[in-house]
């Protein structure tokens, strides 16, 4: 008597889609010193709201800027063992998102904007990262998922048809999403910025990005 064959195979399945980011994402902050608390935050606050000002000068719409936490800590000097209080500085600082040039979206370019929004901080600027990133990145996951199931498919067919079995029905999908991985360095760590004019910018170039999906794919054999 002839037992029906069992059966299944699993394979792994990756999708990757390549695109130039459409957003940055920067941080500037303040970095102050005065002789007291009061001072310190006081001085933090105005050149906080001079970066606000230049923001949306350049305009930046207010749900693109978020304010950080505000603090102030003890700038601290050592001489022989013994520590003593120099003053105070408070720091503070804005996460800015901006348009990509030519992402169908009006406004300055970013790097007139950044640098602008630097100078008007002054010497206790701080530029403290920057990001590109995606405005609809689930429409380019959902390009990557459908790649990874076409290989996926793929893969399985083959070694079905090479078994001499069919491929049947889908037991299990397991998913495995990796974030976008830069092709070109980012600009990080807290940097100190003199400008010249507000007109002085650094060039910003987005380069190339990638989504990448893998999918584990088990199907039962026929």
Do not use: K, N
Request: contains cysteine.
């Amino acid at each position: 008597m002839d037992h029906p064959q069992t059966g299944t195979v699993t394979v792994f399945g990756q999708g990757t889609v390549h695109a130039v980011p459409d957003l940055i994402v920067v941080g500037i902050g303040v970095e102050c010193r005065a002789s007291t608390v009061g001072l310190a935050y006081e001085q933090a606050g105005r050149r906080l709201t001079a970066i606000t000002t230049a923001l949306r000068e350049d305009e930046v719409p207010g749900r693109d800027i978020a304010t950080g936490v505000l603090s102030v800590r003890s700038d601290i000097a050592w001489q022989d063992g013994v520590s003593r209080i120099t003053g105070y500085i408070a720091t503070g600082g804005l996460r800015i998102t901006l348009s990509q040039p030519g992402s169908g979206t009006t406004g300055t370019d970013p790097a007139g904007v950044i640098a602008h929004a630097v100078a008007a901080g002054g010497d206790d600027a701080r530029l403290g990262g920057l990001q590109h990133a995606f405005a609809d990145r689930t429409r380019l996951l959902t390009r990557a998922r459908d790649a990874a199931w076409d290989d996926a498919l793929d893969r399985a067919r083959h070694y079905a048809r090479r078994a001499a079995r069919d491929l049947g029905p889908v037991l299990e999908i397991t998913e495995d999403t990796t974030a976008p991985a830069p092709r070109a360095p980012q600009e990080s760590g807290a940097v100190r910025m003199v400008a010249a004019t507000s007109q002085s910018s650094v060039p910003v170039e987005p380069g190339e990005q990638e989504i990448s999906t893998v999918l584990r794919v088990t199907w039962q054999l026929g």
